[in-house]
């Protein structure tokens, strides 16, 4: 036998020799007990000759480890490591070839949501599982990494009266002695973090016709509530099959709802758990968002069937392969079946907030190295998530359709059931395209950062110079970031509208245009990865007149560039008020959500206390003409359109347009609604969280009354999130003692904390609550919904604020695990994780490490970096930004100019109302 060594840390890539090629599972859960046992039988392959075999297992207590070598057993020593590493050692060297592997072993049934856990439902208990990225060897010794795919055979033992589900289709159900066996059909080849098992008295809802089995399994008595996310699978398999030219890859669907559950859904082969509130809808009752929110998690997680399980990227490093195709396919599907929801819309918002993002210091490349389990949970973002979907999109644009398409059949067709890397999908569009499309999106997936594409004017009217740059300050790396960029440009001339296309990159490059342009759009479509710099006159004509001729995707995404050419300089806050105002009244709702969205920023960051009753003046003037077309609250029959802009508009007009009138009546409506036996949901989407803002006590006793009569998943998250938007600060202790008690469920903590994140007395309140009362919050809450508590700190605006947070998480029992504080939509799902200090809160802390706190401007130069908040973290303006800024003012034409240095004053004491605290994301993120 060899010296005994260390293990190296079980998240690290497995050095050893040996490459698993069939599990054969048995598993006895009964989820009335706190324990389980196991037993494996694996088909191994050695490359060479080896008396240690490295693995995966924590928590479990091993109990018999055997080598069936030439008909006879050979006994494994069991050797643990840090991170669930495990070394099964020989007493002399295994020969090369295939052998058999024998193990046995018992373990801990889990009370948070990974691993094997239980989750009790009206007094009777369940098992799930959640295996990503790695928590399978929670529950069995394994090679638990996405390169050792394997066939997989279970077998579980359950009591009676408990319904088993796993992987493959049921092969047989038989009594064994007082419990019964069920037997799945083996596995084509998977990765462990997709395996999946589920025990419990389900409700069983199968869907009569479809392309091969579907049902749905949810708690007891909740089984009707799946119907309609049932009715959305064959169309929407039917459109991915279309996509992908060839056929569902496995023998069986099902969707399984899940009480306590971190992700919003988990793509598990044959197996998809999702977070019940996904799962279960009542069409008649819900918000028309939790109809949307259900299209597009079933279309992002049955698109990866395809991509991340039929082909799974070798190692975490390539997860964009997995989730940027099931980000990008899900808007793709979604506008194919529902298109009244406008989905590819709303990718295009959630695009704007990564941008804002990826200008950080903070911010990291779609491609970096991972090496160990804080890399892997980083890499769960919103940049692995909507960034790389944004740069598929970018690249279907410009190669076309057809080539992109034949290009991602052949890489599927060639890797099926295989492993896949980022190298060989981008040669397969090089061949399919004949473009450099390796070199061209290497520079989008392993940089860091945001390319502006910068426009030009020259002596010739028709002609400009296009180039690239850094959006924002450099962030101190050692080259300048470089960017080949394919962009495509749309303009207008009295001849009508045209297009243009150039490979822009640092060296200038001239377009040409047919005729002087009265208005010009530097990315058309919104089909390019980048900001977009304008001459004067061109920008001007795009944020006011020449808007019309905008298309919607365009509409949709320009206040978000609007926002960032002022944090610049390119833009005045008069030119950007008035652009909003204007698109803020136009018909399609994702122009409007995203008008008010940045409309949000100007009056919380910019607008001074002077001028905010003029301010919500022209808010009501622009806004209140559409409230009586609409409605105040849903009407039968009424456009899909109507009820999803509703809650955006009735809430600027309350917050931002401070409209006495719609305030009284929703509080009314939501004060009614509390007490009601069965409320209104789509109403109380939008009126229980107005109402709870100028809570209280009697509103905030009615909250909590109703939230301990709530059954329904939709209606506690909606009385969940109330709550968390209380803001009286003589309530909020109150409110956060509530996740300790039973009134809340552990998996509940962020959609509470999200709400009250968003201003500073809600910050403060769970800065103390959580300093006090962190190791029971820990015990409760769980590992998963710890890690992205750090992301609160994001929004501090000042020095002493940031420090606190970096105080509170500096102790080493207080580190979640390490997840970059980055913006994710959808995504995402965030953790964190800080050097050590004191841990007194508002004592002095270390400097945040970079993927770790975002850092805020220190209190003294808060005021040039509100200039370009790009200098974010970094504590030093850029001298160009401050130059261009010569009419920075709000101007509000009942009330005169409003100067830059007073908005600047009034900021500093103004709630920053930007979203940043997100849930863990597993796979797709939801509200």
């Known amino acids: 036998m060899s010296p005994r060594r260390a293990l190296p840390p079980g998240e690290c890539p497995l050095q050893g020799a040996a490459r698993p090629l069939h599990y054969r599972l048995s598993l006895w859960l009964d989820p009335a007990a706190s324990r389980f046992r196991g037993e494996l039988q694996m088909e191994l392959e050695l490359e060479v000759g080896t008396d240690e075999i490295l693995m995966h297992a924590e928590g479990l207590r091993i109990e018999r480890a055997e080598a069936r070598v030439g008909g006879g057993a050979v006994a494994l020593q069991p050797r643990s490591g840090t991170g669930g590493a495990l070394c099964l050692s020989a ?475 002022l944090e610049v300089g390119d833009v005045d806050a008069a030119l950007l008020l008035e652009a909003l105002l204007g698109l803020a009244q136009r018909p399609e709702r994702a122009v409007v959500e995203a008008s008010l969205d940045v409309l949000d920023r100007l009056a919380f960051r910019l607008v001074p206390d002077a001028q905010r009753a003029a301010f919500a003046a022209r808010v009501r003037a622009a806004l209140a003409p559409r409230l009586p077309v609409i409605g105040l609250w849903r009407r039968g029959g009424e456009p899909v359109e109507d009820a999803l802009v509703r809650p955006a508009l009735v809430s600027a007009l309350v917050r931002l347009g401070e409209d006495g009138a719609v305030r009284a009546a929703v509080c009314a409506r939501a004060d009614a609604l509390l007490v009601a036996e069965e409320p209104d949901l789509a109403s109380a989407e939008y009126a229980w969280p107005l109402a709870a803002a100028s809570a209280d006590r009697r509103r905030l006793d009615l909250l909590t009354a109703a939230l301990a009569r709530a059954t329904a998943p939709g209606l506690r998250a909606l009385l969940v999130r109330a709550l968390g938007a209380v803001e009286d600060p003589l309530l909020l202790p109150e409110v956060l003692a509530s996740y300790l008690t039973p009134l809340l469920r552990p998996a509940e903590l962020h959609v509470l904390l999200r709400p009250m994140s968003r201003h500073r007395r809600g910050r403060d309140a769970i800065l103390r609550w959580l300093d006090a009362r962190y190791p029971a919050i820990a015990a409760r809450a769980g590992e998963g919904l710890l890690a992205p508590l750090p992301r609160i700190a994001a929004a501090a605006r000042t020095t002493s604020e940031r420090n606190a947070w970096a105080a509170l998480f500096a102790p080493p029992e207080r580190r979640p695990p390490r997840r970059r504080p980055h913006a994710a939509p959808r995504a995402g799902r965030r953790r964190s994780q800080h050097p050590p200090g004191r841990s007194r809160v508002g004592g002095p802390a270390p400097r945040p490490r970079r993927g770790r706190l975002i850092r805020r401007t220190p209190a003294a130069s808060f005021d040039t970096a509100l200039l370009n908040p790009h200098t974010v973290g970094r504590g030093r303006p850029t001298t160009a930004s401050a130059a261009r800024v010569k009419h920075f003012a709000l101007e509000c034409p009942h009330a005169g100019a409003g100067p830059l240095r007073a908005a600047r004053r009034a900021v500093r004491h103004v709630r920053d109302d930007r979203s940043t605290l997100a849930g863990p994301t597993t796979s797709r993120s939801c509200p």
């Open 91 to 565: 007493p002399r060297p295994l020969p090369a070839g295939v052998l058999a592997l024998e193990l046995a072993w018992s373990g801990t049934v889990g009370s948070h949501p990974e691993g094997l856990y239980r989750v009790e439902v009206e007094g009777r208990p369940y098992l799930f599982t959640q295996f990503q990225p790695v928590a399978a060897r929670r529950a069995f010794p394994c090679f638990d990494e996405p390169r050792h795919k394997a066939t997989f055979s279970m077998t579980v033992y359950a009591p009676a009266g408990a319904l088993v589900a796993s992987n493959g289709r049921g092969l047989e159900r038989r009594a064994d002695g007082p419990s019964v066996c069920w037997r799945f059909a083996t596995t084509p080849p998977i990765p462990t973090y997709l395996v999946a098992v589920v025990v419990g008295p389900f409700d069983v809802v199968a869907l009569d016709e479809a392309p091969v089995p579907v049902r749905a399994l949810t708690p007891r008595g909740r089984g009707e509530l799946a119907r309609h996310a049932l009715e959305h699978v064959p169309p929407i398999l039917a459109s991915l099959e279309r996509f992908v030219g060839r056929r569902f890859p496995y023998e069986k669907l099902d969707l399984v709802a899940v009480p306590e559950f971190v992700a919003g859904a988990m793509e598990n082969v044959g197996l998809v758990t999702f977070r019940e509130r996904l799962l279960l809808v009542d069409p008649a009752r819900c918000a028309a968002s939790d109809l949307r929110w259900t299209l597009v998690v079933l279309a992002h997680e049955l698109a990866h069937m395809w991509f991340g399980n039929l082909v799974t990227m070798t190692w975490w490093d390539d997860l964009w392969l997995s989730e940027s195709f099931a980000t990008l396919l899900e808007a793709v599907v979604a506008d194919e079946i529902a298109p009244t929801f406008s989905l590819g819309l709303d990718l295009l918002r959630d695009v704007a907030r990564v941008m804002d993002q990826d200008v950080l210091a903070e911010a990291r490349a779609v491609r970096q190295p991972v090496r160990d389990g804080g890399d892997i949970r980083d890499a769960f973002d919103g940049v692995t998530y909507t960034k790389g979907a944004a740069i598929l999109d970018m690249a279907r644009a410009w190669v076309g359709d057809a080539a992109f398409q034949a290009a991602v059949r052949r890489w599927i067709g060639r890797h099926a059931h295989r492993n896949a890397t980022t190298t060989r999908l981008l040669e397969e569009l090089e061949v399919a395209s004949g473009e450099p499309v390796g070199a061209v999106l290497a520079g989008f997936l392993d940089q860091v950062g945001l390319p502006a594409v910068v426009v030009e004017a020259t002596d010739d009217p028709r002609v400009f110079r296009v180039s690239t740059e850094r959006f924002g300050p450099p962030v101190g790396a050692a080259l300048p970031p470089r960017w080949e960029v394919p962009v495509q440009v749309r303009y207008g001339t009295a001849a009508g509208v045209h297009t243009a296309a150039v490979r822009a990159s640092e060296v200038p490059v001239l377009l040409t245009t047919t005729a002087p342009p009265t208005w010009l759009h530097p990315n058309a479509e919104e089909r390019g990865y980048y900001r977009w710099r304008l001459p004067a006159s061109l920008l001007a004509s795009l944020a006011g007149p020449g808007r019309a001729a905008l298309s919607p995707r365009e509409l949709t995404a320009l206040p978000g560039h609007l926002w960032a050419l």
